[in-house]
């Protein structure tokens, strides 16, 4: 596929480890049509290492487009094989993941947000990740590691990228990582958002693209992103945990464009269809109703009947064996009410939540060349 035929990705939902896997991403492409999808990131080694089943972790249907696959690593050999068996899946982008900060990504993996801390192999990696493949390449990453958590010190790793690399696009998550004493959920939280770093990358890098991450969880906040000048935003947790009013909103408000037009109920009955097709497919029995129904947990969010639904859930997974009896037992704590009825209107934003974010940017990046291209 080409992505020059998909609306640009001015929504995407962010790639969550165990979390943005193909059932996941099936349920949200049946809300937004437009969204940009990410996979959970793959560890080039995976790649390598499942060849012989490969559509386990691959695999995604058609409807999924436009779709990044991210991928992790820090073996340029391993990164280059990962993206070449990629190839055939035909995703739309390759991201590389330099933004995780799990003790067993950055630390003992020694990639992940680690990366960030040698942009000169970064930048080779890109490389070698675009020689592999024709679709376009990017980097996801924070704004900074421990103390090395200054505006030029970013702007130097991006100035390093993408002079060493193709790489035209980064994802950045507006908040530095800790890589000691704190686990990962607390590095989601604990760290300050610097949304000023990352508008100030839109003033120092214009040949560059960068989507915001980090702290947005409604449409309100992305488009108020945007009316900022924000190229692109990403959203996280908020489109798994709340899918409906998050994804609901996001071809109308967004992209302008028409909704779905499907109720909750035909959301499910679509998913039905496609669960029990793929229950088993991987082999020794997986994926199981677990799997798959797991995105649906939260498909119910904060309606009536939600919490019945869960209890419902949690018994049906001992017995049933189908996602079709799976849902005979469980659909029924959800009123006709909310199953029926069109989506309403987006839940509101924090408006102040970029209200003086142009007036707190740092001074401008002026790239030291020399060093860029010399020192490492």
């Known amino acids: 596929m080409v992505a020059s035929q998909y609306l640009p990705p001015w929504f995407s939902v962010a790639p969550m480890m165990d979390w943005t896997d193909n059932h996941y991403r099936t349920l949200a492409r049946l809300i937004s049509k437009h969204a940009w999808l990410y996979t959970e990131m793959l560890a080039a080694e995976t790649i390598i290492y499942q060849q012989g089943n490969l559509d386990r972790f691959l695999a995604f249907s058609p409807e999924q487009h436009p779709i990044v696959l991210q991928i992790g690593g820090s073996n340029l050999d391993n990164l280059a094989k990962a993206t070449e068996l990629a190839n055939a899946y035909n995703y739309d982008e390759i991201n590389l993941n330099c933004g995780c900060p799990s003790p067993k990504v950055a630390g003992h993996g020694c990639f992940g947000v680690s990366l960030m801390l040698d942009p000169k192999f970064v930048g080779e990696a890109m490389s070698v990740i675009a020689a592999n493949t024709n679709v376009p390449v990017s980097v996801k990453c924070r704004i900074g590691v421990d103390d090395h958590d200054s505006y030029n010190q970013l702007c130097d790793f991006i100035y390093k990228v993408s002079s060493l690399s193709p790489t035209r696009h980064f994802i950045i998550h507006s908040r530095k990582a800790l890589l000691n004493g704190i686990s990962p959920a607390e590095n989601r939280t604990i760290p300050p958002l610097k949304y000023e770093y990352y508008y100030a990358l839109l003033r120092d890098f214009p040949d560059l693209t960068f989507t915001l ?105 001992q017995t049933c064996k189908t996602v079709k009896s799976f849902l005979e037992e469980t659909i029924v704590a959800i009123p006709d009410s909310v199953l029926d009825s069109p989506i309403e209107e987006a839940p509101r934003g924090r408006e102040d939540l970029f209200a003086d974010v142009h007036d707190l940017l740092p001074p401008p990046y002026k790239a030291r060349e020399q060093e860029v291209l010399y020192a490492y």
């Open 213 to 317: 991450n980090g702290g947005i969880n409604t449409v309100d906040e992305v488009n108020a992103a945007i009316r900022k000048g924000a190229h692109h935003v990403m959203v996280g947790r908020a489109a798994y945990q709340n899918p409906w009013y998050t994804l609901g909103h996001v071809d109308t408000a967004i992209y302008g464009a028409p909704s779905s037009g499907l109720t909750r109920r035909q959301v499910v009955e679509k998913y039905q269809i496609y669960g029990d097709a793929i229950l088993g497919t991987y082999g020794n029995n997986r994926p199981h109703v677990r799997d798959v129904m797991k995105p649906l947990l939260h498909f119910f969010h904060s309606e009536p009947g939600n919490g019945l639904f869960k209890r419902k859930a949690d018994a049906a997974f």
